[in-house]
Structure formats: C-alpha cells, structure tokens
C-alpha cells in the first residue's frame, strides 16, 4: 500500500472519531453510518429566498464544506443546478435526520429537476463525488441543531 492511501486512511480514521465527539453547532453538519462519520462545514439555507439562491454561481468549494437546506417540515422536494457552476452530491434526510436518498455528481447547469422523496426535511449539498468516496448512503444518520433533539436518531449533546 502507498504510503499516500496510507495516510489518506489514517487522517480519515482520526476525523472520523473527532466527529462522533465534537459538540453540535449551527455551523458544522455530521454524518455517520456503517462506513464511519464524517464532519462538514456548511452554511444554512433556512429562508425561501437563502433556499432558492443555495449555491448557484459558486465556482469552489471547499472539500469538507457544504450548504444545509433546512425546511420547516417534512415535504416532498426536488432541485435543479441552474445557475449552479460546480458538481454537487445532495444528501436527502428526512425530520429525524435518517438520509433518505443520495443523489450524486449533480450536472452543473442542467435544469432537469432531482427529486429527493416525499418526506424531506434537510438537504445537505457537498462537492460532488464526496458522497461515494466517504460512502455516505440511505440510512446513514445526520446531527445538526436544526434537526429536532426529541426526534433526531442522532441528537446533539452539548
């Protein structure tokens, strides 16, 4: 093995614990499932008009970084990369925070609508890509204070 997957594996391994133990916080968003946790910076898309901006005309993204989009309840939703410059993974979740659906390495630009599922409530876009290589899938668990703690299958403990 090289000594670069080597150490690709051990970074991985060491952020992966420091995310199952670092506190909630309105600006990170933590994945976990049967593949390890992961932890992402992001910013808040909470407003109709922050959720229909989200990330058109970034043109980078830094690589553990992301946009959460927070609806007020579970819905059906679907979105589009108009205006969007860059290949995204969407992470699907519903209200209590269970990833539902992943949709990845969103065509920048295509204005062919991606459907999340019925019963959405968080969206979570990262650089495309991202999702497989961590293997983030459905029923992997996200924790974010926007999910509600007495509902949340992974809840913040601060």
């Given at each position: 093995m090289g000594k670069w997957v080597?150490?690709?594996?051990?970074?991985?391994a060491v952020a992966s614990a420091a995310a199952a133990d670092e506190a909630c916080r309105d600006d990170a968003v933590f994945l976990r499932g049967d593949w390890g946790s992961a932890r992402f910076s992001v910013e808040i898309?909470?407003?109709p008009e922050l959720r229909s901006r989200g990330l058109m005309f970034v043109e980078d993204m830094?690589?553990?970084?992301?946009?959460?989009?927070?609806?007020?309840?579970e819905q059906p939703v679907s979105f589009w990369?108009?205006?969007t410059l860059i290949p995204l993974d969407m992470i699907f979740a519903d209200g209590e925070g269970v990833v539902q659906h992943v949709h990845e390495n969103a065509i920048p630009g295509d204005l062919t609508g991606i459907p999340?599922?019925?019963?959405?409530?968080f969206v979570l876009e990262i650089n495309g890509g991202m999702a497989d290589r961590l293997g983030i899938d459905?029923?992997?668990?996200?924790?974010?204070?926007?999910?509600?703690?007495?509902?949340?299958?992974w809840a913040c403990v601060n």
């Open positions: 080597v150490l690709s594996f051990l970074w991985a898309a909470d407003t830094p690589t553990m970084a992301g946009m959460l989009f927070v609806y007020e309840r990369m108009k205006n999340g599922g019925s019963d959405i409530q459905a029923g992997s668990e996200m924790r974010h204070p926007s999910i509600p703690q007495d509902v949340a299958s």
